[in-house]
């Protein structure tokens, strides 16, 4: 059965996380980034939250495609990745 992480700081968590989920810009991503990795150096053993941040990078990934004009999934020419 799985078992929720434990820590002794729940609020923090919760709004680290909810950063982490919300970031929708390139500002947004690092901001989160950072929490996520002074949570990280506090709580190693969250792989939850490691979860989340690959997540957070994928995002980053996508705005930087987007931002470089190879975002644009309605070009059947951008569906594939270089």
């Known amino acids: ?3 929720a992480y434990q820590t002794k700081y729940p ?5 680290v996380r909810e ?3 919300r970031a929708n810009s ?3 991503c690092n901001e989160a980034e950072s929490l996520l ?6 709580e ?7 979860t989340y941040g690959s997540g957070l990078q ?7 495609l987007i ?6 999934e309605t070009d059947p020419a951008k569906l594939h990745l270089p």
């Open 11 to 15: 609020a923090l968590r919760a709004l």
């Open 26 to 28: 390139p500002e947004l």
């Open 1 to 3: 059965m799985y078992q």
């Open 67 to 72: 931002a470089d004009g190879r975002g644009d």
């Open 19 to 21: 950063r982490v989920l």
């Open 37 to 42: 990795v002074e949570w990280l150096a506090a």
């Open 44 to 50: 190693p053993d969250d792989y939850q939250m490691r």
């Open 58 to 64: 994928r995002m980053k990934d996508a705005l930087r």
